[in-house]
């Protein structure tokens, strides 16, 4: 970046990680991929090419990871899992009620690990008010970014909160094949209120905007809906 100039937007996650739903494909994306196309935007292409290129190398993986860690609910404790999840999925459709859902760290994962998509490339935790993941998926070509056949191996932690409508959710910790992003970059990269990225789209907008509150407390995630929000 050259002396005195203000940094470059970071890029938004890409398309398809936003419709898996999953927060922490685009979320790490963000932090990995869009450290490399702040150093193309601000040292020109033609000089940055062959950095780049290294840090590609430095950043992705020829394959993914392995994540062997996984939650296996047991048929009924699935099916119970899966009608909470519907019955507050309801709720907030409707918009009536104000109800309450708790996911621990177990039913997230549970969850992850029926999902085919997912399955085998991220695994959370809830660690000191912090959700924390593993993730190893497949890139992507982005721009002059040649990241096909590559994979991003990677732990990040992030703090979220929603209050009165308004998300907050930022990046606290992040490491790519067990090396910590430089300093400099993700002392930026805090900064940014990633959810800001996620507004951008109408719909996603809009099923946020019935929440009352989200937040990681004791272990736990505790979503709240609010009432008279219905459609």
């Not at 890409?14 to 490399?36: E, N």
């Amino acid at each position: 970046m050259m002396p005195g100039s203000n940094p470059p937007a970071l890029p938004a996650p890409p398309a398809r990680a936003a419709r898996r739903g999953c927060l922490f494909y685009g979320l790490l994306a963000i932090a990995v991929l869009g450290f490399l196309l702040l150093l193309l935007v601000g040292t020109g292409f033609y000089a940055a090419k062959k950095l780049t290129h290294r840090l590609v190398q430095d950043y992705t993986d020829p394959a993914p990871s392995g994540l062997v860690e996984k939650v296996q609910y047991s048929p009924a404790q699935m099916d119970a899992l899966k009608d909470r999840l519907a019955a507050f999925k309801r709720a907030l459709d409707k918009g009536q009620t104000a109800e309450e859902l708790v996911l621990s760290a177990d039913d997230l994962n549970a969850w992850i690990n029926d999902q085919k998509d997912l399955r085998g490339k991220l695994f959370v935790r809830i660690e000191d008010e912090r959700l924390k993941g593993d993730v190893s998926f497949p890139l992507s070509d982005i721009g002059p970014l040649k990241l096909s056949g590559r994979y991003l191996n990677g732990t990040a932690a992030f703090k979220l909160r929603l209050t009165n409508g308004l998300a907050d959710l930022r990046l606290d910790e992040v490491q790519v094949k067990s090396k910590p992003l430089p300093k400099v970059i993700l002392s930026e990269l805090k900064k940014q209120n990633l959810a800001l990225q996620f507004e951008n789209d109408p719909d996603t907008a809009a099923t946020v905007a019935r929440f009352d509150s989200v937040q990681i407390t004791n272990g736990q995630l505790v979503l709240r809906t609010k009432a008279g929000a219905g459609q």
